[in-house]
């Protein structure tokens, strides 16, 4: 991993658009790591250690919000930023208010879009440390 480039972590159950995003991620000079299975994300995020978390929604039979809520309720990620991603907005609300999310995006989604949004959330991490 390289030092300075901020490490993100996709959650996603849908290959394609993970290995889409991560190259276009990389190319904006992120360090990303992808994860299909939403199973072990704690232990996904204990190897990788993100500065953030892309999380989809709707993951194969399981719901990301739960996975969400799993994630900030867990000493080892609660204090990750994640930023949750799904085809139906009308989640974002949910997402952030009752499941600890700290933003929202919709899919599709254009890639400069999920950058400043992801410099946005990184930037107010920083301002609370």
């Known amino acids: 991993m390289s030092k300075g480039m901020p490490r993100i972590l996709i959650v996603d159950d849908d290959k394609?658009?993970?290995a889409v995003?991560?190259?276009l991620l990389h190319k904006k000079g992120f360090d990303v790591s992808v994860f299909a299975?939403?199973?072990h994300i704690t232990d996904a995020?204990?190897?990788c250690k993100p500065q953030l978390i892309l999380l989809d929604v709707f993951l194969a039979g399981v719901d990301?919000?739960?996975v969400c809520k799993r994630l900030k309720a867990s000493p080892y990620s609660r204090n990750i930023p994640?930023?949750?991603f799904s085809a139906y907005p009308r989640v974002a609300e949910t997402a952030i208010y009752e499941f600890g999310a700290n933003d929202f995006i919709a899919k599709p989604f254009e890639v400069n879009d999920l950058v400043r949004k992801?410099?946005?959330?990184?930037?107010?991490?920083?301002?609370?440390v």
Request: aromatic letters at 0%; charged letters at 35%.
């Open 82 to 84: 994640i930023i949750i």
């Open 37 to 39: 299975d939403s199973d």
């Open 16 to 18: 394609d658009l993970l």
């Open 64 to 66: 990301g919000l739960d």
């Open 45 to 47: 995020v204990k190897s």
């Open 118 to 128: 992801i410099h946005k959330v990184l930037s107010k991490k920083h301002e609370s």
């Open 21 to 23: 995003v991560k190259s």
